[in-house]
């Protein structure tokens, strides 16, 4: 039997036509629409595209779009006062600074100088600790997208064991956390996990987000297993073309998953749609309304 395949655009879609409903009320209740800054340092390909997309899809929303494009050489000095000028700008309600960021610039000086309040990536240490003690924070829009799939095909997920494969601060952790809140067993796998495919094996949610193409394999799944792919990776074929893949076999995952997302179409049209919905319940939060429901 050949595994569902989870739609992460209709779900995506879905999203965004809640935001925009509240969007419509906001704008009726405080006047204005909330704001979306984006700011791009450099002009590296895949970030100018997502960039545009982040723009398109905010302006969709009915929300207004501020985008900042920076030269590549600018000083993490400036691009900090850039930041401090959008904390106290009351027109933007979310910021986003576009990863990654130029090799003389620290990431990490630069997301903690974001207002945590307007922290609508979720990576503030603020929000991060936010997430871990389960306090009210903004939460980092892949993870938040990988939990609404699985909500959206599971239903409720107490008791069930599940699997976060890669422990990064962007993915890894704070999908942990989310698992962890929703009553799971959550094991966080990675590089120096030892017999990595049986700790899979046992798992009935796997959320791969490890950048390896194809690591995890069918023969890796539990029966009936849903299956997350996070990954994102343009590998070379024999032909010469490139091919977009994700952590898991998806071929091989057919044959033994009872759900999985598809790459492309499955966890990357909900991270925008999770970042609109960020904005939007940041907007609220910093007008003391409050959180919309159903987002």
Known sequence: MSARIIDGKAAAAALRARVA??????????????????????????????????????????????EHKLPAEISEGKLIDLIEELNTDPAVD???????????????????AIDPDKDVDGFHPMNAGRLAIG???????????????LQNELGDLSGLDAIVVGR??????????????????????????????????????????VGR???????????????????QERVEQPDGTRKLLGDVAFDEALEVAGAITPVPGGVGPMTIACLLRNTVVAAHRRAGLADPEGL
């Open 135 to 149: 306090l009210e924070g903004l939460v980092p829009c892949t993870p938040l997208g990988c939990l609404m799939l």
């Open 21 to 66: 409903v509240e969007v419509a009320k906001f704008r009726v209740a405080k006047g204005r629409a909330p704001g979306l800054a984006v700011v791009l340092v450099g002009e590296d390909p895949a970030s100018t595209v997502y960039v545009r997309s982040k723009g398109k899809a905010t302006i969709e929303a009915g929300m207004q779009s501020f």
């Open 213 to 231: 193409p194809e690591l995890v394999r069918g023969d890796w799944l539990k029966q009936g297993a849903t299956v997350i792919d996070v990954g």
């Open 94 to 112: 979310g910021i986003l600074v576009q990863l990654p960021l130029p090799d003389h610039i620290d990431p990490n000086q630069v997301i903690t």
């Open 168 to 209: 990064s601060n962007i993915v890894g952790k704070p999908m942990a956390q989310l698992l962890i809140q929703a009553n799971c067993s959550v094991t966080v796998a990675h590089s120096r996990t030892r017999d990595l495919p049986s700790a899979v094996r046992r798992s009935d949610i796997v959320v791969a987000a």
